[in-house]
């Protein structure tokens, strides 16, 4: 079974930037699956936040992260990033990587959850 690790959460400043990764364990490999980030703010729903075809050529990305986050994928590494940056307050949240269905990044058609990372960006 696919075992995700999210890694590269901390505490930034507003405006800051911060990389995300999203491993997989060594015996699966990541390169067959889309890939997608989601967050999740205390009291909020979880919500994706940008998503990675298998192949690395289609990418999607909510409007609220649109030209401030890149997601990337090395399948050679087996590994999905994350690239943050200009960051604000409200995206502060648990940030969480799971294999899905690209589409429209609905977190019902995504499974094999990691245990996600904190982001806070607080001055």
């Known amino acids: 079974q696919l075992q995700l690790v999210e890694s590269g959460g901390g505490l930034v400043q507003p405006g800051g930037s911060l990389r995300l990764s999203c491993a997989a364990s060594r015996f699966r490999r990541l390169r067959v699956y889309d890939i997608g980030w989601f967050r999740q703010a205390p009291g909020k729903e979880r919500e994706g936040v940008s998503c990675?075809?298998?192949?690395?050529?289609?990418?999607n990305y909510a409007d609220s992260v649109k030209g401030r986050f890149t997601i990337s994928r090395d399948n050679a590494k087996n590994t999905v990033y994350l690239q943050m940056n200009s960051l604000k307050p409200e995206d502060t949240a648990v940030y969480y990587c799971?294999?899905?269905?690209?589409?429209?990044?609905?977190?019902?058609?995504?499974?094999?959850w990691g245990q996600g990372t904190q982001v806070t960006v607080s001055s």
């Open positions: 990675i075809s298998s192949s690395g050529d289609s990418t």
């Open positions: 799971a294999a899905g269905v690209c589409r429209a990044m609905i977190v019902g058609e995504f499974g094999s």
